[in-house]
């Protein structure tokens, strides 16, 4: 997927530095919002801010271990009212599509793992 994809759906796997889901596979780390499923160079949290008003979650997957979000960062989100759930990207795939499929109102930032 080297454009964005306009929906999002649940993720089906991940590893080797991607993900699949539907009939799509990205390579890299990827953003979930609620305008679609695009790329995500794992620093930028511009893109989340602007949508802000879609979501009530955030997910963020740090790769194949728990690592934290840079304070600057975090200080941005948290002085919009935005606190992520920081984790592992397993447990972030796990969270993310249990909150989709319970059509909650999620987005996610994930960083690829492998």
């Known amino acids: 997927m080297n454009k964005k994809l306009p929906e999002r759906r649940p993720i089906e796997s991940f590893g080797e530095g991607g993900f699949r889901f539907g009939d799509h596979s990205h390579r ?12 995500w160079d794992g620093d930028d949290f511009s893109a989340i801010i602007a949508e802000m008003d879609g979501f009530d979650f955030l997910v963020i997957g740090t790769g194949a271990k728990f690592e934290r979000v840079s304070a ?13 759930d920081v984790m592992a990207t397993s447990a972030a795939v796990h969270t993310y599509n249990l909150m989709f499929g319970e059509d909650r109102r999620v987005a996610c930032a994930l960083k690829a793992v492998g």
């Open 28 to 39: 890299g780390h990827l953003l979930i919002l609620p305008s679609g499923m695009r790329a």
């Open 72 to 84: 600057g960062a975090l200080a941005r989100l948290e002085a919009l009212g935005i606190r992520p």
